[in-house]
């Protein structure tokens, strides 16, 4: 009996530790996404200058990207489409780990009102550009994280251990998400 209860209390506490990693991930997104263009204190400063911009033709900013002739552009495309992709792998991974409904479309599903929302508030509160290409590629991360945990699930065989290995790699990945959210100042 006593071997079980230590058992539930190490699951237990794997648990608060992966939702705990899970705040922080959506505190990085929320400083990345929102707060990286401007400060907490001036979002709802009147007199700040908006900076706004739509794009709703899918695609349209990634073959401006892949077709223009500065390398500076081409840089700045290589890091904006890898980083909406790999920003959205880990929600991909916990949703699918945390949520009873592990379907592959209600996930995606998720991800893609998050991305939405996110887009809209940018362009609501004039912090960027709103751009159907981010909830593609957004969404395209979240499938990755998604597919990924299926994969766990494919090779380990059972859910104990897929969840012992993201909690793995959680502690490897805090560290880095604690430190751009704590210590380096996000520029988009």
Do not use: H, W
């Amino acid at each position: 009996m006593k071997n079980g209860s230590i058992v539930n209390k190490q699951e237990r506490i794997k648990t608060v530790f992966l939702y705990v990693v899970f705040i922080c991930y959506m505190l990085f997104l929320f400083k990345l996404l929102i707060l990286s263009r401007v400060s907490l204190l001036d979002l709802f400063n009147s007199q700040r200058t908006l900076d706004r911009s739509i794009n709703l033709i899918p695609f349209y900013s990634i073959k401006e990207y892949i077709f223009s002739n500065s390398a500076t552009i081409k840089n700045f495309a290589f890091a904006n489409v890898v980083g909406n992709i790999i920003i959205f792998i880990p929600l991909g991974t916990y949703l699918s780990l945390f949520k009873n409904n592990k379907r592959v479309i209600t996930n995606l599903l998720f991800i893609f009102v998050v991305s939405l929302l996110i887009e809209i508030i940018q362009g609501l509160l004039g912090i960027g550009a709103s751009d159907i290409d981010d909830i593609i590629l957004n969404c395209l991360g979240g499938l990755v994280g998604i597919l990924g945990y299926k994969f766990l699930l494919f090779i380990l065989r059972d859910e104990k251990k897929v969840r012992t290995a993201i909690t793995i790699l959680s502690a490897i990945g805090l560290p880095v998400l604690l430190y751009l959210l704590f210590v380096v100042k996000l520029r988009l």
